[in-house]
């Protein structure tokens, strides 16, 4: 089974400081990864999805994920925090099939002025 | 183009009662999912749709139905709330089947079992 986990449930960044959220998968095939913004009382959007074309994927907001092989890893950076990055981001694979999407349990951003 | 749309936005349920959540999307999407979310849980999957007049259950399919008897909506069904199904559901849907395909989410449904 596909998982994924986000390490820090909560990360408070100042204005104009990196963001850096982070997420570790498992998967015994080459995963397909999201990252999803959920704002306040709203649904999620996708930022940017990794699909094997390129380890180096960028989203919108200004926001780009690394896909590491070696380091299972998927994290979310974003060089200048901004007031509006105020969310919670989750993290996600889907399985080989294509018909279920594991997400991780979300970490929030604060971004304190 | 609504995207995905899910009514009611918001419910009261006493313990025992009925209920259905519906989903519609206009854009022709053939996959469409159901979760919910919880606090510290992420999103988890109750069940799912890769077409109309099929079903599969997901993670956490227990103590709910589901039904997709046209393409655009789909519907989740609580035959019998009970507190452990407070919780905030959200519909998805998406292109058949790759995997690298996005999953487009509605404003989601904000439900109180008492």
């Known amino acids: 089974a596909q998982s994924v986990t986000q390490l820090g449930s909560h990360v408070s960044v100042s204005e104009g400081a990196l963001v850096l959220l982070r997420c570790n998968y498992s998967s015994s095939v080459p995963p397909y990864l999201f990252w999803y913004v959920q704002y306040p009382n709203q649904g999620l959007q996708l930022l940017l999805k990794y699909t094997s074309a390129a380890t180096l994927v960028k989203g919108i907001n200004g926001f780009e994920a690394e896909f590491k092989k070696s380091e299972t890893s998927f994290h979310l950076t974003k060089p200048s925090a901004h007031m509006s990055d105020a969310a919670e981001y989750f993290c996600?694979?889907?399985?080989?099939?294509?018909?279920?999407?594991?997400f991780g349990t979300g970490t929030s951003l604060t971004v304190i002025p | 183009n609504a995207g995905v749309t899910q009514t009611p936005k918001f419910r009261v349920l006493k313990t025992g009662q009925s209920m259905t959540l519906l989903c519609a999307q206009d854009m022709n999407h053939e996959y469409m999912y159901w979760y919910r979310q919880d606090p510290g849980m992420g999103l988890r999957l109750i069940h799912y749709?890769?077409?109309?007049?099929?079903?599969a259950k997901g993670e956490v399919p227990d103590g709910y139905n589901v039904s997709r008897l046209k393409k655009q909506n789909f519907l989740l069904g609580l035959e019998s709330a009970a507190p452990s199904q407070t919780s905030v559901y959200f519909c998805?849907?998406?292109?058949?089947?790759?995997?690298?395909?996005?999953?487009?989410f509605g404003p989601g449904t904000r439900l109180l079992v008492l």
């Open positions: 996600a694979v889907s399985d080989y099939s294509g018909n279920q999407f594991y």
């Open positions: 998805a849907s998406s292109y058949p089947g790759r995997q690298q395909e996005t999953q487009y």
């Open positions: 749709s890769v077409g109309e007049g099929t079903t």
